[in-house]
T-cell receptor, first 112, second 114 residues
Framework: QQPVQSPQAVILREGEDAVINCSSS?????VHWYRQKHGEAPVFLMI?????EQKGHDKISASFNEKKQQSSLYLTASQLSYSGTYFC?????????????FGKGTHLIIQP | ETGVTQTPRHLVMGMTNKKSLKCEQH?????MYWYKQSAKKPLELMFV???????ENNSVPSRFSPECPNSSHLFLHLHTLQPEDSALYLC?????????????FGPGTRLTVL
């Protein structure tokens, strides 16, 4: 079952913050976040495993609430390079055997 | 050599043609995947191979035929495609059962079916 991402699109000015949500109606093993720029392959950002955790590097972090089956991606002090489409991909079992089920994506536009 | 490579990068074919897409990973991974990305649609999983064995076929029409001769190479054979099959086809690899599900994507093949 496809996870639901919100919002569908965000327009920000450089330096502003953004939150992108990803929710599932099914129990999840992990949530993966990717960013894709136009005409390029999706680039892995981070993975969050069940058990509920938070991760982050630089100004991009994420959380996974296992009880709600919801993950959020936090972009703080956004930079122009953050523009792109953000996808969450979910796994219901571990190890990659089932592949990822992706949401429809959130389009993020950062303006100077 | 970059992690996951795909050839060709662009392909135009007629509905009666037969062609193949190639994917190669240089990461020592054990699992490989084919995804389809159409305009205004999410990435759709097509096939999963773990240790060269197909573990997932996500209800993909038989005009798409995958082949995984070894852990480093993955092919997608195409025949009698339809115009609605035009899309970006992405290959990915991961450690698989051995070490987690983080997937690394290749640059994709942009396919146009006339």
């Amino acid at each position: 079952q496809q996870p639901v991402q919100s919002p569908q699109a965000v327009i920000l000015r450089e330096g502003e913050d953004a939150v992108i949500n990803c929710s599932s109606s099914k129990a999840l093993y992990s949530v993966h976040w990717y960013r894709q720029k136009h005409g390029e392959a999706p680039v892995f950002l981070m993975i969050l495993l069940k058990g509920g955790e938070q991760k982050g590097h630089d100004k991009i972090s994420a959380s996974f609430n296992e009880k709600k089956q919801q993950s959020s991606l936090y972009l703080t002090a956004s930079q122009l390079s953050y523009s792109g489409t953000y996808f969450c991909g979910t796994e219901r079992s571990g190890g990659g055997a089932d592949g990822l089920t992706f949401g429809k994506g959130t389009h993020l536009i950062i303006q100077p | 050599e970059t992690g996951v490579t795909q050839t060709p990068r662009h392909l135009v074919m007629g509905m009666t043609n037969k062609k193949s897409l190639k994917c190669e990973q240089h990461l020592g991974h054990n699992a490989m995947y084919w995804y389809k990305q159409s305009a205004k649609k999410p990435l759709e999983l097509m096939f999963v191979y773990n240790f060269k064995e197909q573990t997932e076929n996500n209800s993909v029409p038989s005009r798409f035929s995958p082949e995984c001769p070894n852990s480093s190479h993955l092919f997608l054979h195409l025949h009698t495609l339809q115009p609605e099959d035009s899309a970006l086809y992405l290959c990915a690899s991961s450690q698989g059962l051995a070490g987690g599900g983080t997937q690394y994507f290749g640059p994709g093949t942009r396919l146009t079916v006339l």
